[in-house]
């Protein structure tokens, strides 16, 4: 899933939880995209990994200022 595509689908399903629905294949190919783009493949991954816990972090974050109100 590309960029545009991951924010076309936010976007369409604002109350739906990302990943939820992200595949092992759709996580290889974000890696092999990043990798492509001249990143070592752990470089890669780490992205990856960073990127999917700020998400979760600041979705929890935001949940609980929800809860809070």
Known sequence: MDRMNLIAA????????????????EIIGLWRSIKGR??????????IVTGIALDMAFAKSHALKLTDH
């Open 10 to 25: 936010l976007e369409k399903r604002p109350d739906h939880d990302l990943f939820d629905s992200v595949t092992e294949e």
């Open 38 to 47: 001249g990143m070592s493949g752990d470089q890669a991954w780490h992205a």
